[in-house]
């Protein structure tokens, strides 16, 4: 109403001045989602790198290797990642508000926190054959995965202060030093893994030593940075006893929510899969659901990495008290999501009848992977609306929020309408990935539903509420 009272130029003064600032969000968001995107896949392929040449040991080695890296995953790094998620809210509103001295506060205080987790992770991965056997795991593989996941031991703790440093980092927008120290860490990691595989003759061991390794060069690298650079002069990492025991009381609350957003997302995966290996050709679904998470998985560090960068600067307008500037960030973000979206899943449908071949000669698994085809499409574009509004919600602080619609969406909804339509129905493998779907666009629908109902002049006010008081 307001602007029809306008005069014609003030009017198309207006537009285009809100036409300028859409172009910016969207310009500040991929500043951080480009280059968070190279930070992911080094990563990834720190992990991949190691399995392909754990694959050319043999056949148990790679079994044992696939199901120890399943386990740690379930049981030690998705609980991590998310924790470490609870500083994209503290730090992320902290740089904004200003209060740079903080951001050095929480990540001292959350790194020691993480590493304190990390014990008990460590001695739960001592009893890996234990407890696989216990499951009814073959013995041999369970016994080489143990071997294995003690190894991965020295892996953990680096990853969380890698991660703690990437949050830190990531939530200044300081996002070429971590693309330079990834890409670095993959290259050390190549040679060292072969060395300890192939010339050290310490097998599946030897690679699990060379993450560890690698997760500590990656942290090194960081670590000098942090240390020397003038851009983390006002932010430079500190600790005190009494500043410790005060960022951890705004850690925890943040973290546990975080933790339960990523692990009920990550389990959730995990379940589908041992579904599979209950249906009549367990083989071929496993198999094919197998290919078909790997794909969703690698293109997955598209929206995840825009997440990241919703968060940000999410968080950072909060930070400043700018409601106006945090829903301008989201809408940019979800235009850029959906446009990668709709590229990723428009290719990968037009590639659906070849798409098999790079993963297996057997036709039987490649006409499947292609029946398969348009259901992986519509997890692929719920994912870009769900990683980003996930990433909103770390950023404003209700991760409680997250948590709740995430064990809602995939364990009341999800989980139960994969089971009903695989084994009831006898959809089999298509019946469980229709299961995820469902409860993948529960997930966005919620979400949405939230982002869109957050009265964000409040979210700001609680923001400079939790960095200033």
Known sequence: ??????????????????????????????YITLPMLMVNLSQHLVRIGSMMMIGHLGELSLSGASVATSLTN???????????????TLCGQAYGAEQYNKLGIYTTGAIISLLMVCIPISVLWLFV??????????????????KYSIWLIAAVFPFAILQALIRYLQTQSLILPMVLSSFATLCFHVPICWLLIFKLNLGSCGAAV??????WFNVLLLGLYVKYSS???KTRLRFSAEEFLASIREFFPLAIPSACMVCLEWWTFEIVILLAGLLPKPQLETSVLSICMSVASTLYFIPFSLGAGASTRVSNELGAGNPEGAKMAIRATLTISMAAAIICSSVL?????????????????????????PFLCVLIVSDCIQAVLSGVARGSGWQHLG???NLGSFYLVGIPVAILSGFVLHFQGKGLWFGLNVGNLMQSLLLSLITSFTDWKKQASKARERIFY
């Open 403 to 405: 948590a709740y619609v």
């Open 231 to 233: 851009s983390c002069e």
């Open 210 to 215: 060379a993450i560890g390794l690698s997760y």
């Open 349 to 373: 449908f037009g590639c659906r009848n070849i798409l098999g071949y790079a993963f297996s000669n057997e036709k039987e698994v490649v006409d499947y992977l292609r029946d398969m085809t």
């Open 74 to 88: 379930v049981t030690g790094f998705s609980l991590v990642l998310g924790m470490a998620s609870g500083l994209e």
């Open 129 to 146: 054959d234990k407890i696989l056997i216990f499951m009814g795991q073959d013995p041999l593989i369970s016994i080489e995965a143990a």
């Open 1 to 30: 109403m307001e602007e029809a009272l306008l005069l014609p130029e003030k009017r198309e003064k207006l537009n285009t001045t809100t036409w300028n600032v859409y172009i910016e969000a969207m310009k500040k968001v991929s």
